[in-house]
C-alpha cells in the first residue's frame, strides 16, 4: 500500500516568515494529494489539493508543489499568521480512493 | 457545499457498554464514506470503507465485529463500537465522498470517546 512521510514533525517560525512542509510517497500511481489542516479538538480541513497532472497550485498565501518524478509534494505557507497554527498533514490517494497520511507537522508561529 | 456533520461530538460511556456514532453528508450524496480513528498527537488511521448498501471494507487488524459500520443510505453511515473498553478510547473522524468529487474527502467534525 501507499506510505507517506512527511517532514519536519514540527515547525516553529516567526510570524511573518514562511512555512516549508514535505512529504514524500511510495506509490506512484498515487494522482491526488491534498493538505489539511487539524485544531485540537476539530476535524481536518482540507487546505489545497493538487492532481498529478499539475507542477504547483496556489490559493493566496498557500501554495503546493508536486514533483511525480521524485515522488515529493510540499507545502509552502507565506506571510504566517498566528491563526496558522495547527497540526498539518499531507496525504495521497492512489486509484482507489483510499488517502494515506503523513505523520503531521505541528507548526508554531511565534507572535 | 460539502458539510459532513457527526453526532455525538462528544460521549462518555462504561466499559462495556456499546456506542453509535453518526456521520451525515448534508448537501450531497455520499457514495462512500470512511472511518478513521486518531489517538493523541497521531496521525488518522483509516478503519473501514462504506459503499451504500454494501457491507463495509475493513482495514488489516480493524474487527469488524467490533466496529460495526452501516452504510444504509446515500446521506448517512453510522459506526457502533461495541463493548467498549478503556482502549477504544480515541478521537473517530468519519469522511464522505461522492461520485462527482473524485478523490477528494470531506470530513466530519469528529467523536471524542471516552471509556471509563
Known amino acids: 500500500g501507499e506510505n507517506v512521510e512527511q517532514h519536519p514533525s514540527t515547525l516553529s517560525v516567526q510570524e511573518g516568515d514562511s512555512a516549508v512542509i514535505k512529504c514524500t510517497y511510495s506509490?506512484?500511481?498515487?494522482?491526488?494529494f491534498p493538505w489539511y489542516k487539524q485544531e485540537l479538538g476539530k476535524g481536518p480541513q482540507l487546505i489545497i489539493d493538487?492532481?498529478?497532472?499539475?507542477g504547483e497550485k496556489k490559493d493566496q498565501r498557500i501554495a503546493v508543489t508536486l514533483n511525480k518524478t521524485a515522488k515529493h509534494f510540499s507545502l509552502h505557507i507565506t506571510e504566517t499568521q498566528p491563526e496558522d497554527s495547527a497540526v498539518y498533514f499531507c496525504?495521497?490517494?492512489?486509484?482507489?480512493?483510499?488517502?494515506?497520511f503523513g505523520a503531521g507537522t505541528t507548526v508554531t508561529v511565534r507572535a | 457545499g460539502a458539510v459532513v456533520s457527526q453526532h455525538p461530538s462528544r460521549v462518555i460511556c462504561k466499559s462495556g457498554t456499546s456506542v453509535k456514532i453518526e456521520c451525515r453528508s448534508l448537501?450531497?450524496?455520499?457514495?462512500?464514506m470512511f472511518w478513521y480513528r486518531q489517538f493523541p498527537k497521531q496521525s488518522l488511521m483509516l478503519m473501514a470503507t462504506?459503499?451504500?448498501?454494501?457491507?463495509?471494507?475493513?482495514e488489516q487488524g480493524v474487527e469488524k465485529d467490533k466496529f460495526l459500520i452501516n452504510h444504509a443510505s446515500l446521506t448517512l453511515s453510522t459506526l457502533t463500537v461495541t463493548s467498549a473498553h478503556p482502549e477504544d478510547s480515541s478521537f473517530y473522524i468519519c469522511?464522505?465522498?461522492?461520485?462527482?468529487?473524485?478523490?477528494?474527502?470531506?470530513f466530519g467534525p469528529g467523536t471524542r470517546l471516552t471509556v471509563l
Open positions: 469522511s464522505a465522498s461522492s461520485q462527482s468529487s473524485y478523490n477528494e474527502q470531506f
Open positions: 506509490d506512484s500511481a498515487s494522482n491526488y
Open positions: 493538487i492532481r498529478s497532472n499539475v
Open positions: 496525504a495521497a490517494s492512489p486509484l482507489n480512493y483510499k488517502l494515506s
Open positions: 448537501d450531497f450524496q455520499a457514495t462512500t
Open positions: 462504506s459503499n451504500e448498501g454494501s457491507k463495509a471494507t475493513y
